[in-house]
């Protein structure tokens, strides 16, 4: 089905265009705080605050340096609400982020001490340096939204976003994340490096004192849960729903992948699409936000097969290939 125009959307005559412009003032004001930190990178910035309004959780991977952390620090400070950070090392252990439940001698009863967890934001920062089984304890609570120790379950609060940072894992001293880790996050990012305009004007405002520790808070988290809200309302097509699934379903076929991107790939593609569009003032989704979200939100879930590998062929490459032959969908609004 071919939308003409969007007051041909179910539902989005005469509603949210209000909605939508308080978005677009909140969305402004949580970019211009996080570039007084991050010089330079506007697209990752960005995908930060899709990835957030989206309700998913993100992955930054880069090399040492590049301000990974401080870019997470910086979303986080720029929400007034409650954030943990986890400093994942080998010795972490699980019940360190879950929570553990310690006997009180005083009242003769066990009581619950939350992890690192607990908490609308969490830094989990160099994730991949943390053993595969403590990597593990994330699952539940960032599918599921709640943390379940000694048999009782604890839900976390909304809005609830993990924003891990890890290095290449050609670095030494890194764990390969699992699968089941990898495709709960929504979007993969890479910062990269300055430009050298950008390396410059932040030697001016980095070397006297860090920008982090002036930077205010800027929204709170009831009104992200708010503007969620308002992105769970942007309509999405038949044909552009067809598209996401056409696309993800590519993957699944294609030789040089052993393994494809799940349905849950698909859910995340299509939440990112609708926090993208309303970011850009639309209450619809366009095929090509759709089309420009697939490389952060499919590459990361992606394994090659060995001859693609042995032929130097990247995923990201093979993603591209599958991208540029699945048929967008034509007058689409």
């Known amino acids: 089905m071919a939308v003409t125009d969007s007051a041909s959307s179910p539902g989005t005559e005469g509603r949210g265009g209000a909605d939508l412009e308080t978005l677009g003032r909140v969305v402004e004001r949580v970019r211009s705080n996080i570039k007084k930190v991050i010089e330079g990178k506007p697209d990752v910035i960005s995908m930060v605050l899709v990835g957030l309004l989206a309700e998913g959780h993100i992955l930054i991977e880069d090399v040492p340096g590049v301000g990974k952390t401080m870019l997470s620090k910086s979303l986080a400070r720029s929400i007034d609400c409650s954030v943990r950070r986890i400093q994942f090392t080998p010795d972490l252990l699980p019940s360190d982020v879950t929570g553990v439940s ?15 967890v607990f908490a609308n934001i969490v830094v989990g920062d160099e994730i991949n340096r943390a053993s595969p089984k403590t990597q593990s304890a994330l699952l539940e609570c960032m599918e599921e939204h709640q943390v379940t120790v000694d048999n009782t379950t604890y839900h976390l609060e909304s809005p609830f976003m993990v924003i891990a940072t890890q290095n290449p894992i050609e670095m030494e001293g890194t764990y390969a994340l699992p699968e089941a880790q990898r495709d709960r996050f929504m979007l993969r990012l890479s910062v990269g490096y300055p430009v050298e305009s950008s ?5 001016d405002t980095h070397t006297q004192s860090s920008p982090l520790d002036d930077l205010e808070s800027v929204t709170d988290a009831a009104e992200i849960r708010k503007l969620i809200g308002i992105v769970n309302q942007v309509y999405v097509s038949d044909a552009v729903s067809r598209y996401a699934v056409a696309l993800t379903s590519a993957t699944r076929r294609s030789d040089e992948l052993t393994l494809g991107a799940s349905p849950r790939a698909t859910l995340h593609l299509v939440r990112a699409a609708k926090a993208s569009a309303a970011m850009a003032g639309r209450d619809y989704v366009l095929p090509d936000d759709v089309r420009g979200l697939a490389r952060n939100v499919l590459t990361h879930r992606l394994l090659p097969s060995v001859e693609a590998s042995m032929s130097g062929r990247t995923t990201g490459a093979i993603l591209d290939g599958i991208i540029a032959a699945v048929p967008v969908p034509e007058g689409t609004r």
């Open 102 to 116: 310690v006997f009180n001698q005083n009242t003769r009863e066990f009581e619950f001490r939350p992890g690192g």
């Open 199 to 203: 390396e410059i004007a932040m030697l």
